[in-house]
């Protein structure tokens, strides 16, 4: 569940790929919010400030993107919005490395998480309600976690890493 916007989402949304698909919506919601916290809810000011900064995100990449953030610094009123825009502007570079929208839709891969979680849901649940199958909690978190390691892209980098 997202938090207030330009709060992180919790560091476990992250635990498993080193870039994650979930970031995408949670950016642009983000991005959403600080645009109706500076300009208006529902004005047309905030939707061409969203729509300018969506496209800048997911054409050009995030280093625009934060150039377009410092630039609301001279558009602060309150202190609100002082600190809510340090907060977003700490989530696009504490999750830099991880928005690299362009590159992703350029390969043809998802930036949201609604196919991801679609995936896990049929071939993690699958997996786990085969016919006799019973599972203690904490041998499920753990079945789970190989499930999406193996189904994603990291389950060579894990094994490589793991201790």
Not at 22 to 47: D, M, P, Q, R, V
Request: glycine fraction near 10%.
């Amino acid at each position: 569940m997202l938090g207030k916007v330009g709060q992180s989402p919790a560091p476990h949304s992250y635990s498993l790929q080193p870039t994650a698909y979930s970031l995408g919506n949670h950016a642009l919601e983000h991005l959403s919010g600080i645009g109706k916290l500076f300009y208006g809810e529902s004005t047309e000011a905030s939707k061409r400030w969203y729509a300018s900064a969506k496209r800048e995100l997911l054409e050009k990449g995030h280093a625009l993107l934060a150039k377009r953030l410092a630039g609301l610094e001279g558009e602060v009123r309150t202190d609100r919005q002082r600190e809510v825009l340090r907060r977003l502007r700490g989530y696009f570079l504490e999750h830099s490395e991880r928005l690299c929208y362009r590159e992703r839709l350029e390969e043809g891969r998802a930036i949201g998480s609604g196919q991801v979680e679609g995936a896990c849901k049929s071939m993690i649940g699958r997996r786990l309600k085969q016919t006799g199958a019973r599972w203690k909690v904490r041998h499920l978190n753990r079945m789970t976690t190989l499930c999406a390691l193996r189904y994603g892209n990291a389950w060579n980098h894990y094994w490589k890493t793991a201790k």
